[in-house]
């Protein structure tokens, strides 16, 4: 069964739907199920809900692990570095105000960007069909293998 507007292609000996990344990863970051658009994709601040309530997409198996917490400090380190450098050049500043003035900035903006971040990474995620979202089961994951956790 393929969603309106989708064209079917083979994968793994079998049709299905396209998955253009650019689409899924706009609606991961827009917090929203990479396959529909329209279902929530969060269910708490980091949560993942478990399937889309709209179409029903599973999104349990995703495994975002460390990649959107290394992007944010990434994406804000770059930014706020770039900030601080440029606002030390015109207001030469005592070191105590500098700290005053960026580190509540990198915690805002990194609290600010990291549920964006993750959602796209889930919604690149699917679209590659990475970790059990083209249907068949993960190598590491712990349906295949058991829980191997102490």
Same mark, same amino acid.
Not at 39 to 56: E, I, M, S, T
Not at 94 to 113: E, F, K, Q, Y
């Given at each position: !069964?393929?969603?309106?507007?989708?064209?079917?292609?083979?994968? =793994? /000996?079998?049709? @299905? #739907?396209?998955?253009?990344? !650019?689409?899924?990863?706009?609606? =991961?970051?827009?917090?929203?199920?990479?396959?529909?658009?329209?279902?929530?994709?969060?269910?708490?601040?980091?949560?993942?809900?478990?399937?889309?309530?709209?179409?029903?997409? @599973?999104?349990?198996?995703?495994? #975002?692990?460390?990649?959107? #917490?290394? &992007?944010?400090?990434?994406?804000? /380190?770059?930014? $706020? &570095?770039?900030?601080? !450098? $440029?606002?030390?050049?015109?207001?030469? *500043?005592?070191?105590? &105000?500098? *700290?005053?003035?960026?580190? %509540?900035?990198?915690?805002?903006?990194? &609290?600010?960007?990291?549920?964006?971040?993750?959602? /796209?990474?889930?919604?690149?995620?699917? #679209?590659?069909? !990475?970790? =059990?979202?083209?249907?068949?089961?993960?190598?590491?994951? %712990?349906?295949?293998?058991?829980?191997?956790?102490?």
């Amino acid at each position: !069964m393929h969603r309106q507007g989708e064209q079917p292609v083979q994968y =793994g /000996g079998r049709q @299905e #739907a396209e998955r253009p990344p !650019m689409r899924a990863i706009g609606r =991961g970051i827009r917090s929203t199920c990479p396959a529909c658009g329209t279902g929530r994709l969060f269910q708490a601040f980091l949560k993942p809900v478990n399937h889309c309530a709209a179409c029903g997409e @599973e999104i349990h198996h995703h495994r #975002a692990d460390d990649l959107p #917490a290394y &992007l944010v400090i990434f994406i804000v /380190g770059h930014v $706020l &570095l770039t900030g601080y !450098m $440029l606002t030390d050049m015109v207001f030469p *500043l005592s070191p105590w &105000l500098h *700290l005053a003035i960026w580190i %509540p900035l990198a915690v805002l903006a990194a &609290l600010l960007t990291i549920q964006p971040i993750k959602g /796209g990474v889930i919604g690149l995620q699917w #679209a590659y069909r !990475m970790h =059990g979202f083209g249907g068949e089961h993960d190598e590491t994951s %712990p349906e295949r293998h058991g829980d191997r956790r102490p």
